[in-house]
């Protein structure tokens, strides 16, 4: 059974930075892409970052680029997601999402993932 935990959330001022993870179990990594998504107050749901493949592609949008890293460590079949000089827009519930994709190359939107964790609240303070 596929399942992804995110831990790691809290609350930091402003220019903080925090790292989240995603224990994936029942999968294998090569083969499925890990994506991070967010939910702010009163905002749709958008993405954040994903790595895809035997390979790691990344990506990000482009809110994310400079500031956020997204790396993993197979072994542990967890995600991170590193997030540095935080600001106050980044206040958000950050959810992980698993989807099968032996041979991707792009992220998936969030309505093409497979398997979603239950979010991690972060608070980012002016």
């Known amino acids: 059974q596929v399942q992804v935990v995110e831990t790691g959330g809290g609350m930091v001022h402003t220019g903080g930075s925090l790292r989240l993870a995603c224990l994936a179990s029942?999968?294998?990594?090569?083969?499925?892409?890990i994506g991070w998504f967010r939910r702010a107050p009163g905002k749709e749901r958008e993405g954040v970052s994903c790595i895809v493949g035997s390979d790691a592609h990344t990506f990000y949008e482009d809110f994310a680029k400079g500031r956020f890293t997204i790396s993993r460590d197979f072994g542990q079949k967890t995600v991170y997601l590193e997030m540095s000089r935080l600001n106050p827009e980044d206040t958000a519930t950050y959810y992980c999402?698993?989807?099968?994709?032996?041979?991707?190359?792009?992220?998936?939107?969030?309505?093409?993932?497979?398997?979603w964790g239950k979010g991690t609240l972060v608070t980012v303070s002016s």
């Open positions: 029942g999968i294998n990594l090569d083969y499925w892409t």
């Open positions: 999402a698993a989807r099968y994709q032996p041979h991707g190359v792009v992220c998936p939107t969030w309505n093409e993932m497979d398997s």
